[in-house]
């Protein structure tokens, strides 16, 4: 039986509808077309579907599509501002952060979450915030590096 969502999605008011047993993640991409949420292990163990929900990180995979009606979701698409990426994005793209781009989405929202709570995380910090999150190809030095790089840039704006 589908049901009516109404939620907010970057900022902007979104009705969708979706089974009652389709996952946030599903809804997402398929009913609402963010593509930058992935699927990479369906339970909750990779990161890479990694979205936040009211504000608290989440995996989109774990949580139903109907639980987003009145809700407000955050995903790496509301990230850059127009055609301006954001400083994480940018900094992932200059220390060459990202390979196949299945993780890239969930590190970026994760990395974000952290720099909004934690403006100057020290590199524990920062990887114990991202240990959620999987990657299979660059290994993780690159990425720590790059989230540090935008902390300094975020904190001089």
Do not use: W
């Not at 909750?44 to 407000?72: F, P, Q, Y």
């Not at 990230?79 to 196949?100: V, Y």
């Amino acid at each position: 039986m589908a049901m009516l969502i109404s939620t907010t999605i970057n900022g902007d008011a979104v009705d969708f509808s979706c089974e009652a047993d389709e996952t946030l993640l599903d809804a997402l991409r398929n009913r609402v077309s963010m593509t930058g949420v992935k699927e990479g292990c369906g339970t909750g163990d990779c990161g890479a579907c990694s979205i936040t929900l009211d504000g608290a990180l989440v995996c989109s995979c774990l949580v139903l599509g109907a639980e987003a009606e009145g809700r407000s979701i955050e995903t790496v698409e509301g990230m850059s501002d127009g055609g301006k990426l954001h400083p994480l994005q940018q900094k992932f793209l200059e220390h060459a952060a990202l390979q196949c781009g299945i993780c890239t989405p969930g590190f970026l929202v994760a990395a974000k979450v952290l720099l909004e709570k934690n403006p100057d995380p020290t590199e524990t910090e920062i990887r114990y915030a991202l240990a959620g999150n999987l990657c299979r190809c660059t290994g993780y030095d690159k990425i720590v590096r790059a989230v540090q790089d935008a902390a300094k840039q975020m904190r001089k704006a």
